[in-house]
Each structure stands twice: as C-alpha cells, then as structure tokens.
C-alpha cells in the first residue's frame, strides 16, 4: 500500500488504465470472434463489415497504447488476409 500522496494518485491511475484497457481488450476479442464465426458461415459482406469495425477499433486501441502498433498491425494483417481469401473463394 502505497504512503505517499503521488504513489496513492498513481496507484488510483493505474487501476483508472487498467480497467479502461481491460474493457477494450475485451471488446476487440469479442469482434475478432464475431468475425471468425462469420467466416466459417462463409458470410462475406458481414464479415467485411466487421473486419473494417475491428481495423478501426485495433487502430484506436493502438492510439491509446492498449496494444503496440506492431501487434496491431499483425492481427489486422491476419484477419484481412482471411477475409480476402474468403472473397476469391
């Protein structure tokens, strides 16, 4: 436990950072799943649609530091690659 005035603020702002990253962790994991599902059904104009949500939303985590930019720059490279290959097929 922390003693002094500015160890206690930034103990109160790590928890404030961490729980705000938490939520956008948790939100980006469920698009990524709501995608991967919409792939497997083959549904292409939805999982487009969702794709570019998910590219906007890494990028935004990658703005606030949630996620390195690397990081992001590899799911969405992933993703896309998959969606692209389910619209040749």
Do not use: H
Request: net charge positive; charged share 45%; no cysteine.
């Amino acid at each position: 436990m922390p003693n002094l005035r500015n160890a206690k603020k930034a103990l109160r702002q790590d928890i404030k950072r961490t729980e705000r990253n938490k939520t956008a962790k948790a939100e980006i994991k469920s698009l990524r799943i709501k995608l991967r599902k919409m792939l497997d059904a083959k549904n292409v104009k939805e999982a487009e649609e969702v794709a570019k949500t998910v590219g906007k939303k890494l990028d935004k985590a990658a703005q606030k530091k949630v996620f390195k930019k690397n990081t992001v720059a590899r799911y969405k490279s992933r993703l896309m690659k998959k969606v692209n290959a389910l619209k040749k097929a």
